[in-house]
């Protein structure tokens, strides 16, 4: 088990079971989010950096296989196990078929899930990972280690606002609605997570203030653009 924190994507429409795996996944130093539908699952793979992801079959809006689908249209190499309350062999190969590294059947051992799961990451290849450094403008990004470069200085930032920089640079140059962003990022809109969003996107601008063509501008009562030279 590498020492860095891996970080797991949950997605489990069952509250109870879904709080209760994220607070013994993160006590085995895990760092997990919880999605309680595919549709909120699909938005934060898409937005976010994760290591494998952990997908209950039947959920609303997305199920597991179709969100296992998409996100093996996204990435090929991302380890998936299903949680499942079914035990046919068709779910089973039916899973396996879209490329499910494994399998468990609920009511499962929790432990029985973390060597399911560290058998799934001693299987990953070390070079590989989800770590995405990406350029945006003069900075450099490493998303995984939240640290953010130009011209050899570096500044670490918090998780939020590292979710909410890559969310901005995987959407730049286009309009991105408040709403889009909230969803994304907390799973939910409402108007005191609308303000901090608003705390969070004044403190980026400073973070990128050393590079004049960047501009994060503020579409009043829509969004934001977030400008960056082709």
């Excluded at 907390?186 to 004049?212: A, C, H, M, Q």
């Amino acid at each position: 088990m590498p020492k860095e924190f891996l970080k797991i994507l949950l997605a489990e429409d069952d509250l109870n079971l879904g709080l209760l795996l994220t607070d013994y996944l993160e006590s085995e130093n895990f760092e997990v989010k919880l999605c309680k539908d595919g549709e909120k699952a699909l938005s934060a793979f898409q937005n976010q950096a994760f290591d494998l992801c952990l997908l209950d079959v039947m959920m609303p809006k997305i199920d597991g296989f179709a969100l296992a689908k998409e996100i093996r249209s996204k990435n090929k190499n991302i380890p998936i196990l299903f949680i499942t309350a079914k035990s046919l062999k068709e779910d089973k190969l039916k899973g396996y078929g879209l490329g499910a590294d494994d399998y468990i059947t609920k009511p499962f051992d929790e432990e029985e899930l973390l060597w399911k799961i560290k058998a799934v990451v001693r299987r990953m290849p070390q070079s590989e990972g989800n770590a995405k450094v990406i350029s945006i403008g003069q900075y450099t990004f490493d998303h995984q280690s939240q640290a953010l470069s130009l011209n050899g200085k570096t500044r670490r930032i918090t998780e939020k606002e590292g979710e909410i920089l890559f969310f901005l640079s995987s959407n730049r140059n286009r309009l991105i609605k408040r709403e889009e962003m909230l969803n994304a990022l907390w799973g939910e809109n409402d108007y005191f997570l609308g303000r901090s969003l608003d705390v969070f996107i004044t403190k980026i601008r400073k973070y990128l203030k050393d590079d004049p063509g960047l501009t994060i501008e503020n579409v009043f009562g829509v969004g934001f653009v977030f400008n960056v030279p082709e």
